[in-house]
Nanobody, 124 residues
Framework: VQLQASGGGLVQAGESLRLSCTAS????????MGWFRQAPGKEREFVASIRWNTGNRYYADSVKGRFTISRDNAKNTVTLQMNSLKPEDMARYFC??????????????????WGKGTQVTVSS
């Protein structure tokens, strides 16, 4: 199983980044997918997710209206479009996959597979 994230980098506040995560080794189309982030000295936190069956999207309050998650089952890819980035968005972003049925479990970090992460740095 692999979750390969890409797209991180250094941007100025107000700019955009697009993170992608390509999965392999499991049935991507039947897994809920999402993103978490972890800043230095802080706990990993939920950012966004998208359900495998309904396509419903969920976001942390801190990113609603700025971030958009999407998935392409044909390409085994989940994408996080991040607009209007703020310095507080700076963190390492991790792709996650879960077969569990509840959104609560996903947001709490009950995850089957984690990617290694990609760094997002936002300068003010």
């Amino acid at each position: 199983v692999q979750l390969q994230a890409s797209g991180g980098g250094l941007v100025q506040a107000g700019e955009s980044l697009r993170l992608s995560c390509t999965a392999s080794g499991f049935d991507f189309s039947r897994y809920n997918m999402g993103w978490f982030r972890q800043a230095p000295g802080k706990e990993r936190e939920f950012v966004a997710s998208i359900r495998w069956n309904t396509g419903n999207r969920y976001y942390a309050d801190s990113v609603k209206g700025r971030f958009t998650i999407s998935r392409d089952n044909a390409k085994n890819t989940v994408t996080l479009q991040m607009n209007s980035l703020k310095p507080e968005d700076m963190a390492r972003y991790f792709c996650a996959a879960s077969s569990l049925s509840t959104q609560v479990a996903f947001e709490r970090g009950t995850i089957d597979y984690w990617g290694k992460g990609t760094q997002v740095t936002v300068s003010s």
